[in-house]
């Protein structure tokens, strides 16, 4: 009696054994399961999180950006404004024109058309109506270049605004050399008076002459 429980009690320590090692083995697979959903579903939507809060940073930056230059446009000066960590800010002196590149995995935008994000219905209008449209125009364009790579371009430039009743038009113009800059470079922009002119309607153009320099 003595070996025959003997023998009971190791194998029933045997049998207590394996099934502990039976259950380790079932949790690794779980965990190892469950780290790999988080991995696989969790990554993806930090990138999309990412992608989306800068998107939006850099849509509120050129918003900005726009605001401070029409308050030195209209009284006077010389301001600034820092990039923060966006994309690549130019300036083309040729089309008077502020734009910032930005690439990301993912777009919060419709792709392949320039969109409008102010009053100005139409991205490529160079002249609006005084009282009705904004002088400025700010459109985004994102284009698709793979699968998973977008490049979303935001575009400021500024329209000339003609006073029907009065025969008057109301104009910014950016002046400046062709620079570009990144993050910690800095827009500086100047109010560098006004010149008139007239238009082929023989209106009298007022154009506000804005120096724009990235440093």
Same mark, same amino acid.
């Given at each position: 009696? /003595? +070996?025959?429980?003997?023998?009971?009690?190791?194998?029933?320590?045997?049998?207590?054994?394996?099934?502990?090692?039976? =259950?380790?083995?079932? +949790? =690794?697979?779980?965990?190892? *399961?469950?780290?790999?959903?988080?991995?696989?579903?969790?990554?993806?939507?930090?990138?999309?999180?990412? %992608?989306?809060?800068?998107?939006?940073?850099?849509?509120?930056?050129?918003?900005? $950006?726009?605001?401070?230059?029409?308050?030195?446009?209209?009284?006077? *000066?010389?301001?600034? +404004?820092?990039?923060?960590?966006? #994309?690549?800010?130019?300036?083309?002196?040729? =089309? @008077?024109?502020? &734009?910032? /590149?930005?690439?990301? &995995?993912?777009?919060?935008?419709?792709? &392949?058309?320039?969109?409008? $994000? #102010?009053?100005?219905?139409?991205?490529?209008?160079? &002249?609006?109506?005084?009282?009705?449209?904004?002088? %400025?125009?700010?459109?985004?364009?994102?284009?698709?270049?793979? %699968?998973?790579?977008?490049?979303?371009?935001?575009?400021? @430039?500024?329209?000339? $605004?003609?006073?029907?009743?009065?025969?008057?038009?109301?104009?910014?113009?950016?002046?400046?050399?062709?620079?570009? *800059? #990144?993050?910690?470079?800095?827009?500086?922009?100047?109010?560098?008076?006004?010149?008139? =002119?007239?238009?082929?309607?023989?209106?009298?153009?007022?154009?506000?002459?804005? %120096?724009?320099?990235?440093?």
């Amino acid at each position: 009696m /003595t +070996i025959l429980y003997i023998q009971a009690v190791r194998i029933f320590v045997y049998m207590k054994g394996q099934q502990e090692v039976i =259950s380790v083995v079932l +949790i =690794s697979g779980i965990l190892i *399961g469950v780290v790999g959903s988080v991995y696989f579903w969790g990554v993806p939507l930090v990138q999309k999180n990412k %992608d989306v809060a800068l998107l939006e940073n850099t849509e509120s930056f050129i918003k900005s $950006l726009d605001n401070k230059i029409k308050f030195v446009a209209n009284n006077g *000066g010389r301001d600034n +404004i820092r990039i923060p960590a966006l #994309g690549i800010v130019r300036f083309d002196s040729t =089309s @008077s024109t502020i &734009e910032i /590149t930005v690439n990301t &995995e993912g777009t919060i935008y419709a792709t &392949e058309a320039a969109i409008p $994000l #102010g009053r100005n219905t139409a991205c490529a209008a160079t &002249e609006g109506t005084f009282g009705i449209n904004d002088q %400025d125009t700010i459109c985004v364009r994102s284009n698709k270049i793979s %699968d998973k790579n977008f490049r979303t371009i935001y575009t400021l @430039s500024y329209v000339k $605004l003609n006073d029907q009743e009065v025969l008057r038009s109301f104009n910014i113009k950016l002046t400046g050399p062709n620079r570009s *800059g #990144g993050q910690d470079n800095t827009i500086v922009f100047e109010n560098k008076g006004n010149s008139e =002119s007239l238009d082929d309607q023989g209106r009298r153009v007022i154009t506000t002459l804005i %120096d724009i320099n990235i440093a």
